[in-house]
């Protein structure tokens, strides 16, 4: 069965300092793909960004990018210049292929607080 | 260009009554999936639907909770009988075959 584990319940930064929320995974597929989410406070959950288990460059996207070490099946999560308003839970997910289905497994989530 | 649309955004039930919370994709999308998140966790996968098929069912609870994408209409996620432990946010994400966009989420609470 595949999993996703975030061992950082809760995280704090400086403003403007950058972090990284660990995520590793466990799968045995050869074919799989990882995502970030971010959930504000108000609740809904916002795409950051995506890595495909055959993609050879770390994904990037504007402040975010995903360190991603396939032998160590990690895809740490990197915020570089952290705001406020990346306050905020994170999950990170893998998405599971079964026979037509995509669904998307998650990890716990790490609680990002920055400070002034 | 809408997103994904989910209503009521909040309900609340009383232990035993129905719950239905709608979700309509993203214009074009045909593949919806279903996901419910407890208080302090994070998402677990519920189910996936096309259009007129249920096509993974493997995280739903194997009663009172059913669901359905018609042809025409909204995803429609049915709860009977609540209980206390339905409290929680129910989201939706629809995709055209790869990323998954996600909906506000439905806060379901049961009194």
């Known amino acids: 069965a595949q999993k996703i584990t975030q061992t950082q319940p809760g995280m704090f930064v400086q403003e403007k300092e950058a972090v990284t929320l660990d995520c590793t995974y466990d799968?045995?597929?050869?074919?799989?793909?990882l995502f970030w989410y971010k959930q504000p406070s108000s609740g809904e959950m916002i795409f950051l960004i995506y890595?495909?288990?055959?993609?050879?460059q770390n994904a990037t996207e504007g402040r975010y990018s995903l360190n991603f070490q396939k032998a160590r099946k990690s895809a740490n999560l990197v915020i570089s210049a952290s705001q406020l308003g990346d306050s905020a839970m994170y999950f990170c997910a893998m998405r599971e292929v079964f026979d037509s289905s995509y669904k998307l497994i998650f990890g716990s989530g790490t609680r990002l607080l920055v400070r002034p | 260009n809408a997103g994904v649309m989910q209503n009521p955004r909040h309900l609340v039930r009383r232990r035993g009554q129905e719950a239905r919370l709608r979700c309509s994709p993203m214009?074009?999308?045909?593949?919806v999936y279903w996901y419910r998140q407890l208080p302090e966790e994070g998402l677990k996968f519920m189910v996936y639907l096309q259009k007129e098929n249920i096509i993974d069912e493997s995280g739903m609870p194997k009663e009172r909770f059913s669901a359905e994408f018609p042809k025409e209409g909204p995803s429609i996620l049915r709860i009977q009988q609540v209980v206390r432990g339905d409290s929680a946010a129910y989201f939706c994400?629809?995709?055209?075959?790869?990323?998954?966009?996600f909906g506000p989420g439905t806060r379901l609470t049961v009194t």
């Open positions: 214009k074009g999308h045909s593949h």
């Open positions: 799968t045995s597929d050869q074919s799989y793909g």
């Open positions: 994400a629809s995709s055209d075959g790869d990323e998954q966009y």
């Open positions: 890595q495909g288990s055959y993609d050879e």
